[in-house]
């Protein structure tokens, strides 16, 4: 990681106030939060949005931790993939899908929730606007309320692919590279 680890004991006042709020629900800090750490006001907002995201939005489950697979892949993310690409296959996303996605791959859906997350946050992504028939699609099937929660997602874990990135926080030990594209923090084709 570029900047330092820094342990529980050598934390501010400020910084334990936001640690001790973040592990009140999370076991840990850890991946973008040792980044986030150095800026404890930042790292407080980020948390709370993240737990939103991650636990309490209008989104199922399995398209919370899709959408963390989709920006991470965007974004070339290899740690934010290799901590929820499990979870995303527990939570149903199909490993076709996963591998499609994980080679650079436009998934062949089956399920058209995935299908529509996807456009939605490729259009995004690619394209910063999206069009009147995704935004129609996902308005069908999220409703308006999960249609807000799918924007909201694709840019906070957008922020948390950039984070993990930019700070080159260390790959997991115990997990392979997902990208045959990237090494380490580099693009290698």
Not at 100 to 112: E, I, T
Request: charged content about 25%; some cysteine; glycine content about 4%.
């Amino acid at each position: 990681m570029r900047l330092p680890k820094l342990s529980y004991e050598k934390y501010t006042p400020r910084q334990k106030e936001v640690a001790d709020k973040h592990t009140a629900r999370r076991d840990r800090i850890g991946g973008p939060y040792n980044v986030w750490i150095h800026s404890p006001e930042l790292f407080e907002k980020a948390s709370a949005i993240s737990n939103y995201m991650r636990f309490d939005c209008a989104l199922p489950v399995k398209l919370r931790e899709f959408g963390i697979l989709v920006t991470a892949r965007y974004w070339d993310a290899q740690y934010s993939w290799n901590a929820h690409v499990d979870k995303a296959v527990a939570a149903g996303i199909p490993e076709d899908v996963v591998r499609d996605l994980a080679a650079g791959k436009r998934p062949n859906f089956k399920a058209d929730d995935e299908r529509v997350y996807y456009n939605f946050a490729m259009e995004v992504l690619e394209n910063h606007f999206v069009s009147d028939k995704t935004f129609s699609e996902a308005r069908a099937i999220f409703g308006d309320s999960a249609v807000v929660d799918l924007i909201g997602s694709v840019g906070y874990f957008s922020m948390l692919q950039i984070c993990l990135n930019s700070a080159e926080v260390d790959l997991q030990a115990d997990r392979k590279p997902p990208f045959a594209n990237v090494s380490g923090y580099r693009k290698t084709a």
